[in-house]
Structures are given as structure tokens and as C-alpha cells.
């Protein structure tokens, strides 16, 4: 079993950054592709963004290219998403994901793998 924990999500305004991390005490970790995911109020959860297991291959979603960074860091057993230019439309709940996504494809997978809790971002003046 997985244990995932996500942190860095808070109020900001638009234009502004938020890091996201997504922590596991497992070095399992390092084995799975890491999927961040968003939900928003009265919408479906959607895929953000992916990175492959070696961490050679990305992918975003179109909503977020250029915006939005995936990272990973085997010393530590973490997943970050570096999260610029923030919109109103970016406030959700951002949870991380263990091989729940392939990066090479794009493929988003919302009820398989390994979740954390999810941590709240909300972009608002």
C-alpha cells in the first residue's frame, strides 16, 4: 500500500504561485508514473499532468501547457507541480496520483493507482 500526502495548496491571487508537493514515505514511489489531478465544484475530476516512472517523458493538460511544471525527486520519494500564472479557472482540489497515468500517451486513469487526500487551491482577488 502507497501512502500519498499532498501539501502547498492556499488562497492566491490571479497571476500568482502555488508549488504543489506530493509526499509518499514509501521508496515504492519511485516505481509508479505520478499523475496530478484537479476537481473542481460540480465538475468532473481531471488529469493535469503526468510524469513517466524515469521521469523522461511528460505531459499536460491544454489547459495548463506553458503554465504548469511536473518534477520529481527520488532522493526525497516526491512529486511536485509548479503552478504559474494562476486563473480563477485553476481553483480546485489537486490530488496526486500513483500509476493512475501514462505520460508518453496522455492516458488519465481516475479510479485506479494510489491517491492522496487532495489539497485545496483557490485563485481568487
Known amino acids: 500500500q502507497l501512502h500519498l500526502v499532498e501539501s502547498g495548496g492556499g488562497l492566491v491571487q490571479p497571476g500568482g504561485s502555488l508549488r504543489l508537493s506530493c509526499a509518499s514515505s514509501?521508496?515504492?514511489?519511485?516505481?509508479?508514473?505520478i499523475g496530478w489531478f484537479r476537481q473542481a465544484p460540480g465538475k468532473e475530476r481531471e488529469g493535469v499532468s503526468c510524469i513517466s516512472v524515469n521521469g523522461g517523458s511528460t505531459n499536460y493538460a491544454d489547459s495548463v501547457k506553458g503554465r504548469f511544471t511536473i518534477s520529481r525527486d527520488y532522493a526525497k520519494n516526491t512529486a511536485y507541480l509548479q503552478m504559474n500564472s494562476l486563473k480563477p479557472e485553476d481553483s480546485a482540489v489537486y490530488y496526486c496520483?500513483?500509476?493512475?497515468?501514462?505520460?508518453?500517451?496522455?492516458?488519465?486513469?481516475?479510479?485506479?493507482?494510489?491517491w492522496g487526500q487532495g489539497t485545496q487551491v483557490t485563485v481568487s482577488s
Open positions: 496520483a500513483a500509476d493512475a497515468c501514462l505520460a508518453h500517451s496522455g492516458d488519465y486513469h481516475h479510479y485506479t493507482g494510489y
Open positions: 514509501g521508496p515504492t514511489f519511485n516505481y509508479y508514473a
